[in-house]
């Protein structure tokens, strides 16, 4: 069974702040993704990466694959209280069909 | 162009009962899978529809079975009700394979009491 761990699982911040949060794995993944989720919605895509040490920025948000494509970051800059959510990652191995998701962190960006 | 709808958006049921739950997916889409996300958890695969024929599933019992019609809309149910099986219930739908780029419905809310 494939496991991806996040962290931190609550994270509250004050408008203006910067902050990281991590998804890791023991498996490969040919590709991860990751999500964000309003409350009595569900979740967005945001990114995709699929190269070890890929590095892919959206506005603010920062995303990295581990060189090992094991693990992967997300960096927010100068948070914003529409950055508000909950943060999913999700990960692919080889020619699997299913998305194998994180527990999430669940993101407060306080104004 | 109309993204992924679900129906009912919320549902209360009680234990031993059955129920069914629908999904319409975006415009142009072939394939849908189906995740159950519990309270405070990340979504995890039920199973997955393409050309009416189940390709993938998850971990989950029989009791969840699916069906995907001609026109790529599916059905999800559940029969013999746990508590447990409470939770919010996505749709996600995408085209052809690869690197696919899914998109969730806003789920319906399923409470088994």
């Known amino acids: 069974t494939q496991l991806l761990e996040q962290s931190p699982q609550f994270l509250s911040i004050q408008e203006g702040e910067n902050l990281t949060v991590y998804c890791n794995s023991s498996s490969v993944f040919s590709s991860l993704q990751w999500y964000r989720q309003e409350p009595g919605e569900g979740p967005v895509l945001l990114v995709t990466?699929?190269?070890?040490?890929e590095v892919k920025k959206l506005k603010r948000l920062t995303f990295q694959f581990g060189d090992a494509r094991k693990d992967s970051s997300l960096h927010i800059t100068a948070a914003q209280p529409g950055d508000t959510g909950l943060y999913l990652c999700a990960g692919r191995s080889g020619s699997a069909r299913q998305l194998t998701f994180g527990s999430g962190t669940q993101l407060t960006v306080l104004p | 162009d109309a993204g992924v709808t679900q129906s009912p958006t919320h549902l209360i049921k009680t234990r031993g009962q059955q129920v069914t739950l629908r999904c319409s997916p975006k415009?142009?889409?072939?394939?849908v899978s189906w995740y159950q996300q519990a309270l405070g958890q990340g979504p995890q695969f039920i199973f997955q529809?393409?050309?009416?024929?189940e390709r993938q599933r998850g971990n989950f019992p029989d009791r969840f079975s699916g069906h995907q019609f001609p026109n790529y809309s599916s059905e999800l149910n559940v029969n013999a009700l746990l508590l447990g099986d409470s939770a919010l219930y996505l749709c996600?739908?995408?085209w052809g394979t690869g690197y696919e780029k899914l998109f969730f419905g806003s789920g319906t809310q399923l409470s088994v009491l």
């Open positions: 415009s142009g889409h072939d394939t």
């Open positions: 529809y393409y050309e009416e024929e």
């Open positions: 990466v699929v190269t070890g040490g």
């Open positions: 996600a739908s995408s």
